[in-house]
């Protein structure tokens, strides 16, 4: 079964930035569509962003150009990186293939934006 190991999450302040980081295996790196979600209190969880084994990125059009996801082919990890956070940004995050796999929903890692 798949892991996705998630980290980088914190409480920030309005306007700040996070990276946040994936773990996957070497395997589902190499050959699997990935994609950041995220999960807000009492709402469905969404995707954020995708990227391709090939490095090809995806927004959704509900998106804000304020996240930016990427991949380091050094180690099998996917980044997610966003800026000038707002509260609405506040979630769990999570990272899964694209589509999800939904045996292997990892932990997520928490964002909270708030002053």
């Known amino acids: 079964q798949e892991q996705f190991v998630e980290s980088g999450g914190a409480l920030v302040q309005p306007g700040g930035s996070l990276r946040l980081s994936c773990t996957v295996s070497?395997?589902?790196?190499?050959?699997?569509?990935l994609a950041w979600y995220r999960q807000a209190p009492g709402k469905e969880r969404e995707m954020v962003a995708s990227?391709?084994?090939?490095?090809?990125?995806f927004y959704p059009d509900s998106m804000e150009a304020r996240f930016t996801i990427s991949r380091d082919t050094s180690k099998p990890t996917v980044y997610l990186q966003i800026v000038s956070l707002k509260p609405d940004d506040t979630a769990v995050y999570h990272c899964?293939?694209?589509?999800?796999?939904?045996?292997?929903w990892g932990q997520g890692t928490q964002v909270t934006v708030s002053s």
């Open positions: 899964n293939t694209r589509p999800a796999i939904v045996d292997s």
């Open positions: 070497q395997n589902t790196f190499e050959i699997a569509p």
């Open positions: 990227i391709t084994s090939g490095g090809r990125t």
